[in-house]
């Protein structure tokens, strides 16, 4: 059954099934301030109108819930501080960004104060409750927006992340959370907390909607290098603590049980020492690098009387660091510098690390005996994330003991769409239909890697032969951190031939005389393109090719002399069709030869295919 706020059909029946949702739930600590019926009825008929009209909006009629440390043009800002409170202008670039592909802003939520906390109760607009069991803590600093997201009040939801604020709360209340490469998302018009560190984060319910809403916000900030990889290796290599301070023994049991899912995914785990970057952890509040949030708003703190109603814990903290000595702050830098390349040295070989996302579950009785302790213990294994540049996905896992428990993959600056892709072995709740306002069809975007949606360039290469997706020479391609990018067919202009090559493979050259031939698409980044053509052995070339739909991409030929002594399979007109045993049925849909029905191959040609295809295995 649908959550509020997933009503089919149009942005306007959204938003009404929202605001009915946001009344069933009583939970005001949520927000601070929910935007009016009339004016989001009025934006939500303009979406409608909009795609009436042909537009193309992927988040059309999402309901957006937006930290209060972000700028929404025209409701106060106040990173959970009224005497702070200022009057945007203009959204933040996130927002803007995501408005602009059809996303409706509900309202904006509560927060730990200057988003300066992982429990989600240092506000004085009230504790955030966590969603299930009230008793509880919502985890935080986006305490609200992880809430809003949980309870299906909103679809998408912006947070913020320097120190574990986009993930903690993400894996409390079992949701996911994205936080990207520091920079892929611009923190134009975010309240810093640690600028250096801060990060503009998204939360859904399932990693797809998460990955689309991540793809429409990001880019135009942090340019993506020439060799970002848009997936895993089939078989990727993922790093574990060896050691798992902090957890109860039914969590560490409830960490073993998902390294064992990986594995049994095929994925390669292996345990790594884990000290270094608890080192580098500790060094974000109990080190100089706290230095950062007297810098974010430690003026407005030290001038500030009790009206302004700064929570004590938070207060503390920020006045604290003030005296923080510059010599002190530069040596903690460099310190951390340090410990970042032992911990990469650590990684190497590794696609990703497999961490949990939060160590244990607080009481709000707990957090208001020993707010300090427990909310350092809540950063464990996040604290860490940001300091070293990387990057890193929460999903949910399982239940212990009534606890929701979440883990988080991480990887190295840019590595966003490999992390996603590991995280999908382990989260796999599926977008449901009714998400989508345009009704059951998904946007061309949803399961496509968000850094391609956001600005990463990829050259699309084509191949019809041992380079298709589980074939033999497909690890080649996705060692390169390729992503299949699915089916296609090429223009009919090329013949093909069968090489005496070890795998077997198809040769491929244009004639006057030729068909359509079935292929498939990778994409690869500029660099990985370039190392893949560097290593192309003889006879094989690569060049334009013409698809069906008169689009271009890379593609696979081969020279003349192997063209004029292969084996002739174009009637196929697909390479694994010529392989396989079934040689005289028809090929469904096949548009290769003239009157639609396939030939026999030769008794020597389809021994010698199967005997190399074997050996090439």
Known sequence: MSKPGRATGTATERVRAALAAVKSVDRPEIWIMLRSEDELLVEAAGIDAALAGGSHLPLAGFLLAVKNNVDVAGIPTTAACPGFAYVPKQDAAAVARLRSAGAIVLGVTNLDQFATGLVGTRSPYGAVRDSRRPERISGGSSSGSAVAVALGLADIAIGTDTAGSGRVPAGLQGIVGIKATLGAVSTSGVVPACRSWDAVTVFARELTTAELAMGVMAGDARPWPANVRFGAPARPRVAYPAVLPELPPAWAEAFGRQVARLQAAGVQTTPIEFDVFLQAARLLYD?????????????????????????????????????????????????????????????????????????????????????????????TYTNFCNLFDLCAVAVPAEEVEGNQFGVTVVGRAFDDAVVADIARRIETTPAPPELFASGATAP?????????????????????????????LAPELENLGAYWDGPVRTAARYRMVALSTEPPKPGVYRSENGAELVAERWLLSEAAMGRFLAALPEPMLLGSTLLDDGSTAVGFACDAVAASTGTDITRFGDWLAAISDSFAEPVPGSRSDPDHRRQGAPKSLRESLLTGFTRGL
């Open 287 to 379: 080190g100089g690098l706290v230095a950062e949030r007297y810098a974010a708003v430690g003026d407005f703190i030290k001038n500030s009387g009790s009206e302004a109603n700064l929570d004590p814990t938070v207060a503390g903290i920020i006045r604290a660091a003030g005296d923080v000595p510059a010599h002190r702050y530069v040596a903690d830098v460099a310190r951390l510098e340090k410990l970042r390349e032992e911990a990469m040295a650590g990684l190497a070989g590794f696609d990703a690390l497999l961490v949990p996302t939060a160590p244990f579950h607080p009481t709000l009785a707990e957090v208001a005996t020993d707010p300090v302790t427990v909310n350092s213990r809540m950063g």
């Open 444 to 472: 061309a975007e949803a399961g496509t890697p968000w850094p391609l949606q956001a600005g990463a360039f990829a050259v699309p290469l084509v191949v019809v032969g041992a380079h298709r997706q589980g074939q033999p």
